[in-house]
């Protein structure tokens, strides 16, 4: 016969792991790490995942038990206070080519509110951080370490600004929404040797990821510099999906003088009729584009594709010095969220742009072409 006193224990007992699930629950709407690593079993969250809450007023933090990945919302990131599931991909299907993973897995963050309705945006930027071990580099430099999030659109891995702390075994990064990540080291990225911390960073690690970009040979993609009309042009046709023209006869007075990385990619402007030149037939391809021009591009490679907005916008305190062959272009361009006004509600049309504008221009295009 069992006693009373053994009885009394077992009850015991169950009232306390009931009070620490309880007390778990609780902890997890207020931006306490959730740490544990659950089990399959009808929890909706498949083994070696993590969930918890991330309310509207106050954010939170939700982690893998082992520590290795870990999400935080700050305050204001979401309008709705959303549940986050960190949970490992169990069959890759993305493509690994010339990639080396870090760590034992991929990952997918999901956000959803009560409702069940996905949050895959965030209105302030998220923090996602990596905790990986010295067995996990393998021959991998940590100087090339990267988190990367798979683009769907794109079908292709897509750096983000990344900090690594090598005495803490941690990579960090800010991320504007959810998706598939992973901290990756790459044979086929190019990471620029002046762009961190740069206020266009994103963008540059962005085009480098899709092979926009490639840069200089001195590792430095010089942000700052003026974009010329060659270099804008290569960049807004490979954006466009043209392929350049094997053998370019271009016809311009000037055509000794278009670079010979340039010339098919200028002539595969020509023939989309993207491209006109100037009155004197020249396209002085070293001179620096002026934002009315970029505009007329922009916008060309709307129509091109159909992903012209329906109606215009722009209206500009200087809207009146916008050159007649720019003004519906500047229009549209600025409705598709493509280029945008200046702090004084100008728009500056004869002004030239530096390569760190170029690259949020374009960057902003392709994501119009894949809508």
Do not use: C
């Not at 990945?69 to 986050?84: E, N, Q, R, W, Y």
């Not at 991929?106 to 990986?132: N, Q, R």
């Amino acid at each position: 016969m069992v006693s009373i006193e053994r009885q009394s224990v077992k009850v015991l007992s169950v009232f306390l792991v009931l009070a620490m699930l309880a007390a778990a629950v609780l902890l997890s709407g207020t931006g306490t790490v959730i740490g544990a690593a659950y089990g399959g079993g009808g929890g909706g969250v498949v083994a070696g995942s993590a969930s918890g809450t991330a309310t509207a007023a106050a954010g939170g933090t939700i982690a893998l038990g082992d520590g290795s990945v870990k999400v935080a919302l700050p305050a204001g990131a979401v309008s709705a206070d959303v549940t986050v599931t960190i949970s490992p991909v169990d069959k890759v299907t993305q493509n690994m080519a010339g990639y080396i993973k870090v760590g034992s897995a991929i990952y997918e963050l999901v956000a959803e509110t009560a409702d069940g309705t996905p949050v895959t945006s965030f209105d302030k930027p998220v923090t996602l951080e990596f905790t990986y071990k010295d067995a996990d580099l393998g021959n991998t430099a940590e100087a090339n370490l990267m988190v990367y999030y798979w683009d769907t659109a794109f079908k292709a891995w897509i750096a983000v600004p990344t900090s690594v702390d090598k005495a803490g075994n941690k990579a960090t990064a800010t991320v504007s929404h959810f998706t598939v990540f992973a901290l990756l080291d790459s044979t086929v990225f190019k990471r620029f040797n002046d762009m961190a911390g740069h206020w266009a960073e994103g963008d540059v690690l962005k085009l480098s990821s899709l092979g926009v970009t490639k840069g200089y040979a001195d590792g430095g993609y010089h942000p700052g510099d003026v974009i010329t009309r060659a270099q804008f042009t290569n960049l807004m046709a490979i954006a466009a999906g043209l392929s350049p023209v094997a053998d370019p006869q271009l016809t311009f007075a000037d055509a000794d003088k278009i670079p010979v990385w340039s010339r098919g990619y200028v002539a595969a402007g020509i023939k989309a009729g993207l491209i006109n030149g100037y009155p004197d037939n020249t396209f002085r391809p070293d001179d620096p584009i002026d934002r009315a021009q970029m505009a007329k591009l922009l916008a060309g490679v709307l129509k091109l594709k159909n992903k012209l907005p329906s109606t215009a916008g722009g209206s500009f305190t200087d809207s009146d010095k916008i050159p007649g062959w720019a003004k519906d272009s500047v229009g549209q361009a600025s409705a598709a969220g493509l280029i945008k006004g200046n702090p004084d509600g100008s728009f500056a049309a004869d002004r030239t742009a530096i390569r760190a504008e170029a690259a949020t221009m374009i960057s902003r295009l392709m994501d119009r072409l894949t809508k």
